[in-house]
């Protein structure tokens, strides 16, 4: 279930409000202690986080689909996207277990789909959230996201603070499997936004050995659209890293209608890679101003596309 974007939180009582997590979403399924960790894309990363493997320790329920987010946090508690987007991109053993020790993560869970032999996706948030918060045990990696009813305090601390935003969910709201619903509303304290990487411009001076920018696109019903590019926010490795993925894409003709002007000395790929740009608006032909690259979003990959 996806939110819709608000500027500010609702006035209503009908809401309940809760810190929005900043890490990776995750669909977490319990079957007679046997626990099964996937993306929003529906990949399988059980095996990247070992420390959440412990059923027994943390759920009273034997079958179970909790809606969650795995995040990593700081001394002060405060959660770091990129540490938990380094956990998500380690695959071999050795390197599993040595970002287990530098990033510990833990699980904040905020909702529930099934529980003990049937589904419970019609049933309101409010009686799904009283159920979750009795399936978790204390004193384990998996807590339960607790909400608050003043949306405004929440908002003002969240800023102040330096989080992502809240979340806004209507207390009668069901479960709406895959569907972006006005039901549940994110108000962020900054704008960012997920997109495709679709090409890159080959790059200058000291970024001479790999891309100067990325072309970006976001999916426009059975299309993409292009949005523009970022060149800005990206560390050395970071950037060496996203370089090799790019070059092991097949290339490809522009996938955009929209012809950039630096369309003849750009590569385009496969839009298959996703990351998160920060932004300060849109422009009114729907560009992103003043883009700068926040993070790869492995977990959001198309990896199928």
């Known amino acids: 279930m996806l939110a819709t974007s608000a500027e500010t939180p ?67 508690g405060k959660p770091q996207f990129k540490d938990a987007i380094r956990r998500v991109q380690q695959t071999s053993p050795s390197a599993i277990k040595r970002a287990q020790g530098a990033f510990p993560v833990v699980c ?87 997109c495709l990487i679709i090409g890159y411009t080959q790059g200058r001076g000291r970024r001479q050995s790999g891309f100067g920018a990325l072309h970006l696109a976001q999916r426009n019903g059975t299309g993409l659209r292009y949005v523009g590019k970022v060149g800005t926010g990206l560390d050395d490795a970071t950037a060496k890293e996203l370089y090799a993925r790019l070059k092991s894409l097949q290339p490809i003709k522009r996938p955009v209608k929209e012809k950039p002007l630096d369309d003849a000395t750009s590569t385009w790929v496969q839009p298959k890679l996703m990351c998160e740009v920060q932004y300060s608006s849109w422009t009114k032909a729907g560009m992103l101003r003043e883009p700068v690259f926040l993070s790869p979003r492995p977990d959001l990959d198309e990896v199928n596309a």
């Open 108 to 194: 904040y869970v905020f909702d529930c789909l099934y529980l003990d032999g049937r589904s419970i996706v019609q049933e309101p948030l409010e009686r799904r959230r009283a159920w979750t918060a009795d399936a978790i045990k204390p004193n384990s990696p998996y807590r339960f996201s607790e909400a608050m009813e003043d949306g405004e305090a929440l908002f003002a601390a969240s800023r102040a603070m330096g989080l992502e935003g809240i979340m806004a969910k209507e207390r009668s709201s069901t479960y709406m499997p895959g569907q972006r619903t006005s039901r549940w509303v994110k108000i962020k304290t900054r704008n960012t936004t997920e």
């Open 10 to 76: 609702p006035k209503s009582d009908q809401y309940l409000f809760e810190v929005k997590w900043d890490g990776i979403r995750a669909l977490i399924a319990l079957d007679e202690g046997a626990l099964t960790i996937r993306t929003r894309n529906m990949v399988n990363v059980t095996d990247r986080f070992p420390e959440l493997l412990v059923p027994e320790q943390a759920f009273r329920a034997t079958s179970a689909l909790f809606d969650a987010e795995i995040v990593c946090l700081d001394s002060a």
